[in-house]
């Protein structure tokens, strides 16, 4: 191979896709763009779905629901609100469908489901590990969960979004397609409910 003639240097452009023409591609159903998006966002839908399930067979069916959405509509994204909005009003809706379709399934289940093997009933929801929770707060993280596990749908998806995913009141209002002050009210109902669960389920430890 021959060498570069003196005073002339090679150089390479690496070329970096915007978001919007990253979407753009997708529009064309360019799979190359499909992948880079779901390799960019996968671990926020993976995360917000097992924060709102607690299961991380359910959050994976999920992630993978939300991505196959995103690659059939969005032709239907209008980029009225950031692309990242729409991925959460994706996942958030795919998750709560999700625990629509497993209280159906409950309500049809044979009373011998409820129990374990031992005719024991099966109270706690399995553990799990929340990728966003280090290794010292598991335990306290799991208690929580637990305890979030209890709080009414709506409650629980607002507390999920704000205070594991850090999102504002604004982004979740977005997400959810509901005012501030119902932010605030679903935030402030979530707080005094896991407020009131914590101090039952510790008064209980206690007595023990």
């Known amino acids: 191979m021959e060498a570069a003639p003196m005073g002339l240097k090679c150089s390479f452009k690496i070329f970096v896709l ?8 997708l529009k064309k159903k360019d799979r190359a763009a ?3 998006i779901a390799d960019t966002w996968q671990d926020m839908v993976y995360n917000t779905a097992i924060g709102i399930l607690q299961n991380a067979e359910d959050a994976e069916d999920v992630t993978q629901g939300t991505f196959i959405q995103v690659f059939e509509s969005v032709s239907t994204f209008k ?9 959460y009003r994706i996942t958030v809706s795919k998750a709560m469908d999700h625990i629509r379709k497993k209280k159906r399934k409950k309500r049809f289940a044979f009373i011998q489901s409820l129990y374990g093997k031992e005719d024991k009933p099966v109270i706690d929801p399995p553990d799990f590990f929340h990728p966003g929770v280090s290794m010292e707060n598991k335990e306290n993280a799991a208690v929580l ?3 979030m596990k209890q709080l009414p749908p709506n409650q629980n998806t607002a507390f999920v979004l704000n ?17 501030d002050s119902a932010v605030d009210a679903l935030l402030h109902r979530a707080k005094a409910n896991l407020k009131r669960i914590l101090k039952d389920y510790y008064n209980t430890l206690n007595n023990k």
């Open 18 to 25: 915007t978001e919007s023409e990253l979407i753009g591609r």
């Open 34 to 36: 499909f992948k880079t």
């Open 79 to 87: 980029g009225e609100s950031k692309f990242s909005t729409w991925l």
């Open 145 to 147: 969960f637990k305890a």
């Open 163 to 179: 205070k594991v995913e850090g999102l504002s009141y604004l982004e979740i209002a977005d997400i959810l397609k509901i005012t």
